[in-house]
């Protein structure tokens, strides 16, 4: 059967055709839609886990316990799983355990760029790279077999490109049903990582990767493709298609599976062609380890080392390095000129709100009015973190001031305020990442003594990755109800005494409890609450402006609401856009009371 | 057909992936191979998306390369504008006539390019470039949720592909409750484009 599917979603299919029985990920693009896939069937448990520490935690239980497990996440959610991925490699498993981890080349969605096939080295564990999603579907049967015979967990590294990109797949498989009951047998020199059974394991390790070697020269998916002799290009993930392409007719050695190397392999190449180069996108792992089996490659001398590739920059660099022959037509450039279209946060976003206030205290205005973004002072620091909420850095508000990674705005805060700033310091974090990563910044807070506000954006569910469910939402990843994580009691529970819960579409609540948060010197918490809107819903009741009151003061424009436009010089409210049921924020800035809900307006003129 | 390069353009919540999605699904049922992928940045709605199709015997790379464009799908002007770049001279252009100015406008950081302005970008190589009045229509039959099957329906007058498999497609890909409208958006769509040729020709 041929299927269109992306990545992510045959990498999700092989996995369950491998008989994966428990499957976990904290959301993040690009690699959401695999735990979003498998939580779709009925016969395994997928779930959303608070981050990708305890996903991993969770999927290594499973394997000891002799399920097939799968644990997925971005490039970054493997730094927070760092420490039981590098565990899980001293233990080994008992049933598979796979990690998918998606890079993101370029970065499209991320804080940083970085090439998780490093982990796979630094981790001593096998590491595939699928090109496409026929291989993303048929690398896992081979993941888990490898995983199994050689009691390691295995990393399947996707790029962005492989994970959003769609393609024919042959579904081959059917499912495996799971050939045994759930077992764990208790093996402390293998389990229990005392220093006395981890130094047992160590050598171990060592023996696993030299078969594993061995292993590599056999893999079906190392392949070499034997054509022109003049050029040789040893290649692995995306970079395969886009070289593909540009050399028709060279000769490649296409490597599935990059760590350990096949190393007979790829001297039987380099000895079949006249020159080789390495096609890779981000790091210079296969040319650096190639290199260190002492032979002669280049690659990254003309090819990026940051950024993604694509066909045309390959053949570019190639060009300059006098691998490709002139193009008769040079490529088109973009026109340099046009308005860009960020991001923005939706018409009804509930962040909109503490944004616009944020934006308005601590002499910040200074930074709407700065044409470069900068000001020597503010009386406000804004530590921020990751989610839809770090839009707030954009204008109007250029209500943020860092952006680190998960969880990072309260440690920083506290920072800051312990390396004596005067200024007041605020932490911006959201519900999800606050569950994630932001729980132990507060307990620290308070241990240490901290006087930093700050102000969970709770909007019920985690919104830039599309709306999965968390653990303060009563949802699980496969929609059944369970019970709710209270923030208010959670961050109570640690020892907050002063936490206020405000609306997060009423503006002068929103000032007031930051302004009283502020002055308190001690820890305080706001929890500005609004649900996130949900972008299909009809619009019932939007807004409209009484263009006979309105006096073009432009204020409304200040909240940054892609619903109220301006046509003319004369600011309006696009009716199909505008959340006016659950938000009304426009409407509280409006200094001449002009901006009014549409069957008001309709009664008024009727009048 | 040797091969075909789409993009299909616009801003985040018009519906482009759906509708790069149901090209390609038609594309595979009349028998090609197909890649596709979206660039759609971080956030759910509001900034730029565009999402390229390429269908051929056999496809490597997923993105196409600038200047290799058969065609570009536009569902807003300065997205049409954005992108033309891409097509190879012999490319075609339909573009919605709609004019969805980004918040850096709004707040008069910057300037949203002229019709002559847009024009002269898109026809930069003498493409040919089809203005349809998409979000009028789609008003018109009372759903502008189905203007990107109304653009598929533009598009598909110049695309090999029967019309009964992109009806199936279309059927398959939405729910019974806006399946009938969004055929009607489609139907819609490929009357537009002949009537353009008659207002032009």
Same mark, same amino acid.
């Given at each position: 059967m041929k299927k269109l599917l992306s990545g992510n979603e045959a990498l999700a299919l092989g996995a369950y055709h491998a008989g994966v029985t428990v499957a976990a990920a904290y959301p993040g693009t690009p690699s959401t839609e695999i735990l979003e896939s498998l939580a779709g069937y009925d016969d395994i448990h997928a779930e959303w886990s608070t981050n990708e520490k305890v996903a991993t935690e969770v999927a290594l239980g499973a394997s000891y316990a002799g399920a097939r497990s799968l644990v997925s996440m971005k490039q970054v959610g493997l730094n927070v799983a760092s420490d039981p991925f590098m565990a899980a490699s001293t233990t080994g498993v008992n049933a598979g355990l796979v990690v998918v981890s998606v890079d993101d080349p370029g970065i499209h969605s991320s804080q940083n760029e970085q090439d998780n096939r490093h982990y796979a080295k630094f981790a001593k564990v096998p590491l595939l790279e699928p090109s496409d999603s026929q291989e993303a579907y048929d690398f896992m049967a081979y993941a888990y077999d490898i995983s199994e015979r050689f009691d390691t967990p295995v990393l399947v590294r996707s790029t962005t490109h492989i994970s959003h990109s769609k393609s024919v797949v042959k579904v081959t498989g059917r499912r495996a049903v799971p050939g045994r009951e759930p077992n764990f047998p208790p093996d402390v020199e293998k389990f229990v990582m005392l220093p006395v059974y981890a130094r047992l394991r160590r050598p171990l390790v060592e023996e696993r990767l030299a078969q594993l070697a061995g292993y590599a020269e056999t893999f079906p998916f190392n392949q070499i493709l034997a054509r022109e002799r003049q050029l040789g290009i040893i290649t692995s993930g995306a970079a395969y298609q886009y070289a593909r392409e540009v050399f028709p007719q060279a000769s490649f050695l296409k490597l599935g599976m990059t760590q350990p190397l096949p190393q007979d392999l790829i001297r039987r190449f380099v000895a079949e062609v006249d020159r080789v180069i390495v096609i890779e996108e981000l790091g210079s792992f296969l040319q650096e380890n190639i290199q260190a089996m002492g032979i002669a490659v280049s690659g990254k001398e003309f090819i990026p080392r940051f950024g993604e590739l694509s066909p045309e920059i390959i053949a570019q660099s190639c060009r300059a390095a006098g691998l490709l022959a002139e193009s008769p037509t040079p490529p088109t450039k973009p026109a340099p000129e046009l308005p860009q279209r960020p991001p923005l946060l939706c018409?009804?976003? $509930?962040y909109t709100g503490l944004f616009f206030t944020l934006s308005t %205290?601590?002499?910040?205005?200074a930074l709407v009015k700065s044409r470069v973004k900068k000001v020597a002072k503010s009386n406000l620091i804004i530590t921020g973190d990751i989610g839809?909420?770090?839009?707030?850095?954009? $204008? $109007?508000?250029?209500? %943020?001031?860092t952006c680190a990674c998960m969880g990072a705005g309260i440690g920083q805060a506290l920072g800051m305020e312990k390396a004596g700033v005067s200024n007041k310091v605020v932490a911006v974090i959201g519900d999800s990442t606050f569950l994630h990563s932001g729980i132990t910044g507060v307990v620290n807070g308070v241990y240490n003594k901290g006087e930093i506000t700050i102000v969970i954006l709770d909007n019920r569910t985690t919104a830039m990755t599309g709306h999965q469910s968390h653990p303060g939402t009563g949802v699980t990843a496969r929609g059944e109800k369970t019970s709710i994580v209270e923030l208010e009691r959670l961050v109570r529970g640690i020892g907050v005494n002063d936490v206020k819960v405000v609306n997060a579409f009423d503006l002068k609540a929103l000032r007031t409890s930051v302004r009283a948060a502020l002055d308190n010197p001690e820890l305080s918490v706001i929890i500005a609450r609004g649900d996130c809107p949900d972008p299909a819903a009809a619009r019932p009741r939007p807004l409209v402006i009484a263009t006979e009151k309105c006096d073009q003061c432009n204020i409304c424009l200040r909240l940054g609401c892609p619903a109220i436009q301006i046509d003319d010089g004369q600011v309006f409210i696009e009716a199909t856009l505008c959340a006016g049921d659950t938000c009304y924020l426009c409407q509280q800035v409006c200094p001449r009371q002009a901006i009014v809900f549409q069957s008001e307006s309709s009664t008024q003129e009727s009048k | 057909m040797k091969k075909l390069d789409l993009l299909i353009a616009g801003m985040g919540g018009q519906g482009i992936i759906l509708a790069s999605d149901i090209i390609a699904e038609v594309a595979l049922a009349s028998g090609y191979d197909i890649k596709k992928t979206d660039t759609r940045g971080m956030a759910q709605r509001g900034g730029s998306v565009v999402s390229q199709v390429r269908i051929a015997e056999q496809v490597f790379s997923p993105l196409i390369r600038s200047g290799e464009a058969d065609m570009l799908l536009a569902f807003e002007k300065l997205e049409a504008a954005r992108w033309a770049?891409?097509? /190879? /001279?012999w490319g075609t252009v339909i573009a919605n006539n709609l004019a969805l100015p980004p918040l850096t406008v709004t707040l008069g950081y910057e300037t949203y390019p002229s019709d002559a302005e847009i024009t002269r970008l898109v026809k930069r190589q003498k493409n040919h470039f089809y203005l349809v009045n998409g979000t009028e229509r789609v008003k018109e039959l009372g759903n502008i949720r189905t203007l990107n099957i109304f653009m598929l329906g533009c598009a598909s007058l110049l695309l090999p592909f029967s019309i009964d498999t992109w009806e199936e497609v279309i059927a398959q890909r939405l729910p019974a409750k806006i399946r009938q409208i969004n055929l009607s958006a489609f139907k819609q769509g490929r009357k537009e484009m002949p009537a353009i040729h008659l207002r032009e020709g």
């Amino acid at each position: 059967m041929k299927k269109l599917l992306s990545g992510n979603e045959a990498l999700a299919l092989g996995a369950y055709h491998a008989g994966v029985t428990v499957a976990a990920a904290y959301p993040g693009t690009p690699s959401t839609e695999i735990l979003e896939s498998l939580a779709g069937y009925d016969d395994i448990h997928a779930e959303w886990s608070t981050n990708e520490k305890v996903a991993t935690e969770v999927a290594l239980g499973a394997s000891y316990a002799g399920a097939r497990s799968l644990v997925s996440m971005k490039q970054v959610g493997l730094n927070v799983a760092s420490d039981p991925f590098m565990a899980a490699s001293t233990t080994g498993v008992n049933a598979g355990l796979v990690v998918v981890s998606v890079d993101d080349p370029g970065i499209h969605s991320s804080q940083n760029e970085q090439d998780n096939r490093h982990y796979a080295k630094f981790a001593k564990v096998p590491l595939l790279e699928p090109s496409d999603s026929q291989e993303a579907y048929d690398f896992m049967a081979y993941a888990y077999d490898i995983s199994e015979r050689f009691d390691t967990p295995v990393l399947v590294r996707s790029t962005t490109h492989i994970s959003h990109s769609k393609s024919v797949v042959k579904v081959t498989g059917r499912r495996a049903v799971p050939g045994r009951e759930p077992n764990f047998p208790p093996d402390v020199e293998k389990f229990v990582m005392l220093p006395v059974y981890a130094r047992l394991r160590r050598p171990l390790v060592e023996e696993r990767l030299a078969q594993l070697a061995g292993y590599a020269e056999t893999f079906p998916f190392n392949q070499i493709l034997a054509r022109e002799r003049q050029l040789g290009i040893i290649t692995s993930g995306a970079a395969y298609q886009y070289a593909r392409e540009v050399f028709p007719q060279a000769s490649f050695l296409k490597l599935g599976m990059t760590q350990p190397l096949p190393q007979d392999l790829i001297r039987r190449f380099v000895a079949e062609v006249d020159r080789v180069i390495v096609i890779e996108e981000l790091g210079s792992f296969l040319q650096e380890n190639i290199q260190a089996m002492g032979i002669a490659v280049s690659g990254k001398e003309f090819i990026p080392r940051f950024g993604e590739l694509s066909p045309e920059i390959i053949a570019q660099s190639c060009r300059a390095a006098g691998l490709l022959a002139e193009s008769p037509t040079p490529p088109t450039k973009p026109a340099p000129e046009l308005p860009q279209r960020p991001p923005l946060l939706c018409a009804g976003c $509930p962040y909109t709100g503490l944004f616009f206030t944020l934006s308005t %205290m601590g002499q910040r205005s200074a930074l709407v009015k700065s044409r470069v973004k900068k000001v020597a002072k503010s009386n406000l620091i804004i530590t921020g973190d990751i989610g839809c909420y770090t839009l707030g850095a954009y $204008p $109007p508000f250029f209500a %943020m001031d860092t952006c680190a990674c998960m969880g990072a705005g309260i440690g920083q805060a506290l920072g800051m305020e312990k390396a004596g700033v005067s200024n007041k310091v605020v932490a911006v974090i959201g519900d999800s990442t606050f569950l994630h990563s932001g729980i132990t910044g507060v307990v620290n807070g308070v241990y240490n003594k901290g006087e930093i506000t700050i102000v969970i954006l709770d909007n019920r569910t985690t919104a830039m990755t599309g709306h999965q469910s968390h653990p303060g939402t009563g949802v699980t990843a496969r929609g059944e109800k369970t019970s709710i994580v209270e923030l208010e009691r959670l961050v109570r529970g640690i020892g907050v005494n002063d936490v206020k819960v405000v609306n997060a579409f009423d503006l002068k609540a929103l000032r007031t409890s930051v302004r009283a948060a502020l002055d308190n010197p001690e820890l305080s918490v706001i929890i500005a609450r609004g649900d996130c809107p949900d972008p299909a819903a009809a619009r019932p009741r939007p807004l409209v402006i009484a263009t006979e009151k309105c006096d073009q003061c432009n204020i409304c424009l200040r909240l940054g609401c892609p619903a109220i436009q301006i046509d003319d010089g004369q600011v309006f409210i696009e009716a199909t856009l505008c959340a006016g049921d659950t938000c009304y924020l426009c409407q509280q800035v409006c200094p001449r009371q002009a901006i009014v809900f549409q069957s008001e307006s309709s009664t008024q003129e009727s009048k | 057909m040797k091969k075909l390069d789409l993009l299909i353009a616009g801003m985040g919540g018009q519906g482009i992936i759906l509708a790069s999605d149901i090209i390609a699904e038609v594309a595979l049922a009349s028998g090609y191979d197909i890649k596709k992928t979206d660039t759609r940045g971080m956030a759910q709605r509001g900034g730029s998306v565009v999402s390229q199709v390429r269908i051929a015997e056999q496809v490597f790379s997923p993105l196409i390369r600038s200047g290799e464009a058969d065609m570009l799908l536009a569902f807003e002007k300065l997205e049409a504008a954005r992108w033309a770049y891409y097509l /190879g /001279g012999w490319g075609t252009v339909i573009a919605n006539n709609l004019a969805l100015p980004p918040l850096t406008v709004t707040l008069g950081y910057e300037t949203y390019p002229s019709d002559a302005e847009i024009t002269r970008l898109v026809k930069r190589q003498k493409n040919h470039f089809y203005l349809v009045n998409g979000t009028e229509r789609v008003k018109e039959l009372g759903n502008i949720r189905t203007l990107n099957i109304f653009m598929l329906g533009c598009a598909s007058l110049l695309l090999p592909f029967s019309i009964d498999t992109w009806e199936e497609v279309i059927a398959q890909r939405l729910p019974a409750k806006i399946r009938q409208i969004n055929l009607s958006a489609f139907k819609q769509g490929r009357k537009e484009m002949p009537a353009i040729h008659l207002r032009e020709g």
